[in-house]
């Protein structure tokens, strides 16, 4: 029995096709300026530079320095005085916020430290310091003044008697420290003493 097989399809000769070049959509918007300079390897083909941006230049850090306690002591009265800005102050005796920042609180952790055992040096040595440069700023507090800052503590005003003293505010525990020890180490001071608390009480 014979079977019915179709005639085989023809297929036709495959031939390359020519090769399409495709060039690429016009650039538009912010990146329609940022074209290549060098020429394309293939026609059609561009290849776009990368934008290059300018990064500020930050001031280099001063060298570090290790600060004594008194000129610890006297930069933060100076800070603290207001009458220069605080990076000014730090500029003009050639430090860096991170510099002042470490040397600070070097200082904080030692005087703490030295509490801790009960001795008081560095902080006697910090106060006199802290009150010298006041001084420096508006001449010397006399008795008769630290009085006036006593009755003000005594009665919650010590922050008006400071600045009828014309005397900064973060200096109130420096002077006190410093004025507590010299009245009780000096012999002549704790006889006038008495006398200048009634004083200033009246007044």
């Known amino acids: 029995m014979a079977l019915d097989v179709p005639p085989p399809v023809m297929v036709e000769e495959i031939r ?3 090769a399409r070049v495709v060039e690429e959509p016009p650039m538009i918007g912010p990146l329609a300026g940022v074209a290549a300079a060098v020429p394309a390897s293939e026609p059609g083909v561009v290849v776009a530079e990368r934008p290059t941006f300018d990064v500020p230049a930050t001031e280099p ?44 609180r070097r200082w904080q952790v030692a005087i703490a430290e030295e509490a801790g055992t009960g001795k008081q040096a560095l902080r006697r040595a910090y106060d006199a310091a802290y009150v010298a440069r006041i001084e420096a700023f508006r001449g010397p507090i006399t008795m008769e003044e630290y009085m006036r800052i006593v009755v003000g503590l005594e009665r919650g005003r010590a922050e008006a008697a400071l600045d009828a003293l014309r005397i900064q505010r973060p200096a109130l525990m420096p002077i006190v420290r410093w004025w507590t020890k010299r009245v009780a180490e000096d012999t002549k001071m704790a006889d006038k003493a008495p006398d200048a608390l009634r004083g200033a009480r009246k007044g």
């Open 16 to 18: 390359p096709t020519e």
């Open 61 to 104: 850090e001063p060298a570090e320095v290790e600060l004594s306690i008194g000129q610890c002591a006297a930069i933060a009265a100076e800070i603290a005085e207001g009458r220069a800005a605080r990076a000014r102050v730090l500029e003009a005796h050639e430090l860096g916020e991170r510099t002042w920042r470490e040397n600070e």
